[in-house]
């Protein structure tokens, strides 16, 4: 074997409850028992101010927090708005992938460290409205 | 799965690896229509990624139907040349895959 993992190994469990939230509050409080949020600065998100193709919008975050344990995404427009989390096991603080987005709408980034959530927001506008997310 | 679906490069810089990833996978968000037919593609996505440098798991991603279509996946986490980075899938459908690259 060359270092393979079963899939299912995972050590987490997949927020299933959190995905199939509607609206934003719930799906916050599914993922993390709470919607009451701290408003941060230490979050950077690197994004378009206008996404040319809404199917494909990067993002990247880097978290300002030490021992940053996991980072969220959030998009307030999509019918299932919980985008994802990553879970951090070693001392990481910085995602980049792509997203989609139904429509302009503000991304919030979650961010849990030392146990407490952090957020940060940004709205991001797309440039026609043909997604399916 | 016989083709392989991930692409990883990994590069360290004074002592932080940098690796970026790219995984082949349509992501069908179960709301997109074929036009000829009108039927709705069923829903088709990856829910797991979970990462390990040198056999460790270093990282785990849950994933939504709001991921773009073949995903892209960049991160960086202390290491240095040599070490082993890998990336496995699993999708709804239970597919997977697993890919490992060398930090260069």
Known sequence: MSGAIIPGAALAEYPSKAFLAKETPEALREAFGSTDLGETDKIEIEAPLIASDANMVPVRIHSGFDNTESISLVVAANESPFTAVFKLYESQNFVSTRIRMADSSDLLVIVKADGMLHTSTRPIRVGRNSCEA | ?104
């Open chain 2, 1 to 104: 799965m016989t083709a392989r679906t991930i692409k990883i490069r990994a590069h360290e810089v004074d002592g932080q690896v940098i690796v970026k990833s790219v995984i082949n996978h349509p992501m069908e968000t179960g709301r997109r229509k074929i036009k000829k037919t009108g039927k709705k593609v069923p829903p088709h996505y990856i829910r797991e990624v979970i990462v390990s440098r040198n056999r460790r798991i270093v990282m785990e991603a849950f994933w939504g139907k709001s991921i773009s279509r073949n995903p892209f996946l960049a991160f960086e986490i202390a290491g240095r040349k040599g070490d082993s980075i890998t990336i496995s899938w699993l999708d709804n459908r239970g597919n997977s895959d697993t890919a490992t690259a060398k930090v260069r």
